[in-house]
């Protein structure tokens, strides 16, 4: 099988023939993926048999972790959507921050929640109220999707509990110095969070999005919105499960109960519960509700399954042996290593799509090589870890199922989210790797 350079030539060849025929072509998304998925099969010589089996592999995976989760999520939606409960929270939002802080806002709350939640499950989540908000400020919907989707990116890459981080750092040596990288985490968040509110208010001024939900006929004129707390809890539930599970299993605490209900999928299940019971449709109205909900999130598995087929096939490519052999070469000076720590995650995400995955192959790599490198400073461990962070961002394109997510729960097609969101996140890491060496610089 292709393997080296000519691997990742193949690799950016099937990334550019997924935009040609997403953009160029209009073909749908689920076409171009499937497309790309045999075109990386053919041209690295994989076994006919491997191929099929790591489309399936990588379709049903993906399917087995979200596909629920988005069903129930977009249950949650359709119900705040239809209830008025998405314009209580946007009216409150707004009471609250104003007019000219609504991107600052979402984005913070993006980022509080994805530090025990995953990005897709809080965007599923948290994205209605993007629609909500952009018509009663002046913000268009892209921007403010767009704030939110790299709140959320933003500390789930960066901030410990969130799985990555903490598989890093225990696969570096690091777990003992998790406060420090909890710290050096939030002081990194700050100024990346500064910089996407600027590039998604610029960026979105001028996309123009699709309605996911009925808009016209999504809640009578005459409705009573129902109360702030009662629309919040179907959002704020879920949350607080999954955090309260991430924070148990951090300190050790293994409860029975509360790892089942902390689940992702039973969370947002009983959240969509909480939104059936709480945010009472009108007699007979429940029922198409729901149907309503089975048919938005149709469209979004079957492409977010598909970039998950793609992620499975360069997943079965020898390129993780590639990298761990170019690593094993070694280099000097350890800002070169830093860089290096940057740019192997940064490989593996572009070429995978999961930023989990980048951050657990890439410290996997460096378990046996940062041992050698003589480092002593907590902050040093952290910076390390950083860097496989910022790596682990750059970039979400069409093979992440956050890509996907983005794009189908804000309603921009993929060629503006290519060229918005995933610009962006490339933005995000390149900050990283500079915030890195300067406070390496600086502090080391």
């Keep these: 099988m292709l393997t080296g350079y000519s691997l990742l030539l193949v690799i950016a060849l099937s990334i550019i023939l997924i935009i040609l025929l997403t953009s160029k072509w209009k073909l749908h998304p ?20 491997t191929l099929v089996y790591a489309i399936q592999e990588g379709f049903g995976g993906l399917m087995q972790y979200i596909g629920i989760i988005v069903i129930f999520g977009s249950v949650i939606g359709v119900f705040l959507e239809k209830s008025g409960g998405a314009m209580r929270i946007a009216h409150k939002i707004i009471a609250l921050t104003g007019e000219g802080k609504i991107i600052p806002a979402i984005s913070l709350i993006g980022a509080v929640v994805s530090v025990p939640v ?67 985490g939030l002081c990194f968040a700050i100024p990346i969070l500064a910089i996407t509110w600027f590039f998604a208010n610029r960026m979105g001024k001028n996309i123009v999005t699709e309605e996911v939900l009925d808009a016209e006929n999504s809640q009578d004129d005459d409705l009573v919105l129902p109360s702030f707390g009662r629309s919040m809890f179907p959002v704020i539930l879920p949350i607080v499960l999954i955090a309260f ?37 009108k007699c007979g109205q429940g029922s198409k509700w729901f149907i309503e909900a089975i048919k938005v999130s149709g469209p979004i598995l079957i492409i977010t399954g598909a970039g998950g087929a793609f992620g499975g096939v360069l997943k079965a490519t020898p390129l993780k042996d590639f990298i761990a052999e170019w690593m094993s070469a070694g280099n000097s000076g350890d800002l070169i290593i830093l860089a290096s720590i940057f740019l192997i995650a940064a490989v593996l995400k572009t070429a995978q799509g999961s930023s989990t995955s980048a951050m657990v192959i890439t410290s996997s790599l460096l ?28 970039v979400s394109h069409f093979n992440d199922s956050y890509f996907w997510v983005v794009s189908q729960f804000s309603g921009m097609s993929a060629k503006d989210t290519n060229r918005s969101f995933s610009l962006i996140t490339g933005i995000q890491g390149l900050t990283v790797l500079a915030l890195c060496i300067v406070t390496w610089v600086l502090f080391i």
Excluded: R
Aim: charged letters at 5%.
């Design 30 to 49: 689920f076409l171009a993926l499937i497309i790309a998925c045999f075109f990386v099969g053919f041209a690295t010589g994989m076994p006919l048999t």
């Design 118 to 184: 995953f990005c897709d499950s809080g965007f599923i989540l948290l994205s209605g109220l993007a629609d909500k908000l952009s018509k009663l400020g002046k913000t268009t919907k892209a921007s403010l999707s767009l704030a939110l989707a790299t709140g959320l990116y933003t500390t789930h890459t960066l901030i410990p509990p969130t799985p990555g981080p903490i598989a890093a750092a225990g696969n570096i040596g690091a777990s003992g110095y998790l406060g420090t990288i909890i710290i050096t």
């Design 245 to 281: 599970g991430t924070i148990s299993n951090f300190a050790g605490i293994e409860i029975e109960i509360m790892d089942f209900i902390s689940n992702p999928l039973v969370a947002i299940f009983l959240g969509a519960v909480a939104a059936m019971l709480l945010l009472k449709p």
């Design 367 to 394: 378990a046996s090589i940062i041992p050698t490198l003589g480092w002593e400073q907590p902050l040093q461990f952290a910076l390390a870890v950083m860097a496989i962070g910022g790596g682990a961002m750059t």
